[in-house]
């Protein structure tokens, strides 16, 4: 079947040393079943240091070092196995990330991961979030039509860039047309939830305290739509059925609104202090299954509105 990314795909590669909040670091890396053969079957002498740095605890994984560094992270930001030797060794984790995938019934789609920093730099920068590129084709069946959740994303996608109206509009329109309305549940709410969740880095608790769904758009309008649109993107095609498109898209409009409040709270007013928050905002939440399945949840429950 075909392999469809969005326009800005084509533009990604790993910054590696450049990278200010490297994806090597406060991650736990789970080492695959292929790649522990293949490091197990090495005869180069840093075969030994992969090995030793590997627990075989649950999943295997890499040990990770002091300030939960990657083992293999070399101090000026390179790796380690792919100095020595070579991208064909990193295991699958190390290989696909940030690469995340949708099956859809036109075939699979493959997005970029808004944790990465460059790949945040491109959905934040890049025009053009409803239009795709075909990348390639891989194995497999595309899905039966049963319940096509990727056509409503598109529909919305679309909503979403017509330039013709003002963002506020159209966020208020995409809000109706999915049935959702987060404005019927306090702040105060939605804060307690907020403050219920597991966090990577505690600090972020405190930087979270202040979700408004009332927070402006209007200085950051383009960077918000962006990074809804990819919300979008990522998480809506998945739905089985239409409750969970819908709590599926209450949540993408819930990290547009905390987006949209840490900006306002912290005076962004750059490209790159937005890139730092739409990070933290999707390795807190979207990155945390847990954290993911707790606010889709309380959305899908809490904010039932009329359908537009
Ligand atoms: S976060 Fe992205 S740019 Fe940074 S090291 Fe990881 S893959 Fe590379």
Redesign the pocket.
């Known amino acids: 079947m075909k392999l469809y990314a969005p326009k800005y795909y084509s533009h990604f590669s ?3 040393d450049r ?1 200010k ?4 670091v406060g991650w736990e890396i789970d080492v695959d079943e292929e790649s522990l053969r293949a490091y197990a079957a090495l005869e180069h002498p840093y075969g030994k240091t992969l090995m030793a740095s590997i627990s075989r605890e649950d999943t295997p994984h890499f040990c990770l070092t002091a300030g939960e560094r990657c083992p293999h992270l070399e101090p000026n ?1 390179l790796c380690r196995v792919i100095l020595e030797l070579g991208e064909s060794y990193l295991c699958e984790i190390c290989r696909e ?2 690469r995340f995938y949708n099956d859809t019934s036109r075939g699979r789609e493959v997005g970029l991961g808004m ?5 945040c730099r491109l959905i934040l920068s890049s025009d053009g979030y409803g239009e795709w590129i075909e990348v390639g084709e891989v194995s497999g069946e595309a899905l039966p039509e049963d319940f096509a959740a990727a056509e409503h994303r598109d529909r919305w996608l679309a909503l979403l860039a017509d330039g013709s109206r003002s963002y506020a509009a159209r966020l208020e329109e995409l809000c109706k047309t999915c049935g959702i309305d987060l404005s019927s549940v306090t702040d105060a709410a939605w804060r307690a939830l907020l403050d219920s969740l597991e966090y990577l880095d505690e600090t972020h608790r405190a930087w979270f305290s202040c979700f408004s769904t009332a927070a402006p758009t209007d200085a950051r309008e383009l960077w918000l739509e962006r990074a809804l649109a990819y919300f979008l993107f990522r998480h809506c095609a998945r739905a089985e059925d239409a409750w969970d498109l819908r709590a599926r898209a209450g949540f993408c409009l819930f990290c547009e609104r905390l987006l949209a409040s840490l900006a306002e709270s912290r005076g962004v007013d750059s490209l790159e202090a937005m890139i730092l928050l739409a990070q933290t905002v999707s390795e807190e939440l979207e990155y945390s299954e847990e954290n993911t399945a707790a606010i889709r949840d309380a959305v899908a429950e809490w904010t039932a509105s009329e359908v537009g």
């Not at 909040?21 to 090597?24: D, E, G, P, Q, Y």
């Not at 944790?115 to 790949?119: H, I, L, S, T, V």
Request: net charge negative; with cysteine; charged share 10%.
């Open positions: 790993c910054i590696a990278c909040h490297s994806c090597c930001g990330h940030p944790a990465c920093e460059e790949a």
